[in-house]
Nanobody
Framework: QVQLVESGGGLVQAGGSLRLSCAASGRTFTFSVYTMGWFRQAPGKEREFVATIRWWNENTSYADSVKGRFTISRDNAKNTVYLQMDSLKPEDTAVYYC????????????????WGRGTQVTVSS
């Protein structure tokens, strides 16, 4: 069993910034060998990929919609993954979910084994 807890969501005006955090824990969970990802889901929309950071080389990948604005990072000593969100737009409004997988890649929802409960991000115009 793995627990993922997101934090840092809130209300921000367009052009502003937020930093999301995801703290991971579990009896048999080794954070350093898990690829981590962020997804988001807006009302009436499917859950979509946002960003991922691989366990084996810590390289990152991003959805086209957030490239140049969002940055994913991880601190293995703290079992925590972050999502720095800059230049936020109203269309970024969604519930943001943290996810983990033992695979060395993760670009699809089904690639991930464990999920947090999400944190709300609302961007006003």
């Amino acid at each position: 069993q793995v627990q993922l807890v997101e934090s840092g969501g809130g209300l921000v005006q367009a052009g502003g910034s937020l930093r999301l955090s995801c703290a991971a824990s579990g009896r048999t969970f080794t954070f350093s060998v898990y690829t981590m990802g962020w997804f988001r889901q807006a009302p009436g929309k499917e859950r979509e990929f946002v960003a991922t950071i691989r366990w084996w080389n810590e390289n990152t990948s991003y959805a086209d919609s957030v490239k140049g604005r969002f940055t994913i990072s991880r601190d293995n000593a703290k079992n925590t993954v972050y999502l720095q969100m800059d230049s936020l737009k109203p269309e970024d409004t969604a519930v943001y979910y943290c996810a983990a997988t033992p695979r060395d890649y993760g670009l699809e929802r089904n690639d991930y084994n464990y999920w947090g409960r999400g944190t709300q991000v609302t961007v006003s115009s």
